[in-house]
């Protein structure tokens, strides 16, 4: 039943393209969970990593979203110590900046209303080449509401991808109500 996993899908998007929009990062740099373009670093990742329904057979309810914040921990020789964390910390600090640009309404009601558009803005083209792309492959956004969101506890937390890797990983943790509205 493919309609459980359309509004996590939903969410990574309409988050991916409410960053975006507040000029922190671009469309290349920024995937969702199962985009399988090639990734360099740094990079955002938005992965929904759970969805419960409100009610089993409609398709909204709560989401957790993960933004996963990938970056290179191996400094270069021709950088100063300390320049990759400095780095990621302003790359993180550019997703908290969007984020919080609502910070002075602790309901976080118009952060809410803002990916509401942001996910919307998916499904109407501009009228460009990329606007049109954009609006073809996102024709299921026009109806997307994010009735509210909140942030997780932890907000942050950190980790590798895998033993192996020489990156390093920075975990925002949000979670949203999303449904479907006429309006």
Request: charged share 20%.
């Amino acid at each position: 039943m493919a309609f459980f996993t359309s509004p996590a899908t939903k969410f990574e998007r309409a988050v991916r393209a409410f960053v975006f929009l507040q000029g922190k990062g671009t469309l290349d740099d920024s995937f969702i969970a199962n985009d399988s373009r090639d990734r360099t670093l740094p990079n955002r990742t938005y992965v929904a990593s759970s969805f419960s329904p409100d009610r089993s057979y409609r398709p909204e309810g709560v989401v957790t979203l993960d933004i996963q914040h990938h970056f290179a921990a191996v400094e270069q020789p021709d950088q100063t110590a300390q320049a990759q964390r400095v780095a990621m910390d302003a790359f993180v600090g550019d997703t908290m900046d969007a984020l919080n640009a609502d910070s002075g309404n602790p309901s976080l009601v118009n952060l809410a209303d803002a990916i509401t558009r942001a996910g919307r803005w998916l499904a109407v083209t501009d009228n460009t080449p990329e606007g049109d792309a954009i609006a073809a492959a996102n024709p299921d956004m026009v109806n997307f509401r994010c009735d509210w969101i909140k942030f997780g506890q932890p907000l942050i937390s950190r980790g590798k991808p895998d033993n192996d890797s020489s990156n390093w990983v920075e975990v925002i943790h949000l979670s949203g109500f999303v449904s479907h509205a006429s309006t």
